[in-house]
C-alpha cells in the first residue's frame, strides 16, 4: 500500500483545514487508517484512527475538532481540522494498519507527511 498525504497549510488559528490520504491497491477497505503528527523536538505522537466499517478513535486533544472520514471507493481519508490552535502545527502523517488503533508501532504502512502551520 502506498500513501500519498496532502492539504496541509498555513491558517491561522481558528481555522480549518482539511487532509486527505490517497491510497494506492485494491485492499484499501480493509485497513484501518491512521493520522499521526509530529512537531519539532517532539515525539510521533497518535491523532485519529478510522476502521474498516467507519469507528474512529481520537486523541484527547483533538476530540471534538477533528473529524476522521473515509471514503473506500476513492481509496482516500480525509482528515477535516476545525478551530485549529498554534498547537496543531506538526507534521501530519497518514499510516495504514491491519490491526493497530492508537499506536505508531502497530501501523505497516506510512505516507511521506504533509505541514500544518497554525499562526496565532
Known amino acids: 500500500v502506498q500513501l500519498q498525504a496532502s492539504g496541509g497549510g498555513l491558517v491561522q488559528a481558528g481555522g480549518s483545514l482539511r487532509l486527505s490520504c490517497a491510497a494506492s491497491?485494491?485492499?484499501?477497505?480493509?485497513?484501518?487508517m491512521g493520522w499521526f503528527r509530529q512537531a519539532p523536538g517532539k515525539e510521533r505522537e497518535f491523532v485519529a484512527a478510522?476502521?474498516?466499517?467507519?469507528?474512529?478513535y481520537y486523541a484527547d486533544s483533538v476530540k471534538g475538532r477533528f473529524t476522521l472520514s473515509r471514503d473506500n471507493a476513492k481509496n482516500t481519508v480525509y482528515l477535516q481540522m476545525n478551530s485549529l490552535k498554534p498547537e496543531d502545527t506538526a507534521v501530519y502523517y497518514c499510516?495504514?494498519?491491519?490491526?493497530?488503533?492508537?499506536?505508531?508501532?502497530?501501523?505497516?504502512?506510512w505516507g511521506q507527511g504533509t505541514q500544518v502551520t497554525v499562526s496565532s
Open positions: 499510516a495504514a494498519s491491519l490491526a493497530g488503533w492508537g499506536l505508531a508501532l502497530e501501523y505497516d504502512y
Open positions: 491497491g485494491r485492499t484499501f477497505s480493509t485497513y484501518r
Open positions: 478510522i476502521g474498516r466499517g467507519g469507528s474512529t
